[in-house]
């Protein structure tokens, strides 16, 4: 991956992808289940497994765009099974698990901020997940904006989605850049007019390189 980000001089705002990007996503383990999945099943005695497929398996975007509420798909599913425990249980346990945020990012965040920079969180979630990051997880006291698509919407990689952070910073497309982890969503906010990194796993010490740039304002 190259360290430059050519027109990186006219950035005047940061995008950051949250889940693989400033909150390290956790990796599904030998028999396919992610951290909170298992965590669950071992704290509220139910088939994880079968709990995801059921509330995750069909018509994902129903969710991510805000269209149904995973609480109730969780409760549906504990009517049908006759599963005994308190959906909420399991958001509270889900949302604590799968936080772990990248420190090495965290401390780049006030740097960007001293540096002039405005910064945004754009991830597709649903809108409980959502809320818990920006307010439970205090994310929204890091940074000016969480846009979820949950609560907009609309997910990346649509145009609408980009337009969307455009109209509530007023600035350009070439003004801004999009720090994510999925190829097709950089591919997609290039092709808008934005600015693009491909984040990968680990990749802290390469961007803070590329965003260099930025980061010297704050010593002009």
């Known amino acids: ?116 920079l405005a910064q945004v969180i754009l991830s597709n979630n649903e809108a409980r997940r959502a809320r818990w990051i920006a307010q439970e997880a205090g994310w929204a006291g890091q940074v000016d904006a969480v846009f979820a698509s949950g609560e907009t919407g609309v997910m990346k990689p649509s145009g609408k989605a980009f337009e969307q952070v455009e109209q509530a910073l007023d600035m350009l497309p070439h003004e801004i850049l999009l720090i994510d982890d999925t190829p097709a969503n950089v591919a997609a906010a290039e092709k808008r007019g934005w600015l693009g990194w491909d984040y990968e796993p680990g990749g802290a010490m390469a961007l803070v390189q590329a965003l260099m740039p930025l980061l010297v304002r704050s010593q002009e």
């Open 1 to 116: 991956m190259s360290e430059k980000i050519d027109g990186i001089e006219a950035v005047r705002a940061i995008v950051w992808d949250f889940d693989g990007v400033l909150n390290r996503a956790g990796m599904r383990d030998g028999e396919g289940l992610f951290p909170w999945q298992r965590k669950v099943g071992e704290e509220l005695g139910i088939d994880a497994r079968a709990m995801g497929q059921a509330v995750f398996g069909r018509d994902k975007a129903a969710l991510f765009e805000g269209r149904e509420d995973v609480l109730d798909r969780l409760a549906d599913w504990a009517r049908e099974t006759g599963a005994a425990f308190d959906p909420e249980d399991v958001l509270e346990i889900w949302f604590q698990t799968d936080h772990d945020p990248d420190p090495e990012l965290e401390r780049l965040l006030p740097l960007l901020t001293q540096a002039g």
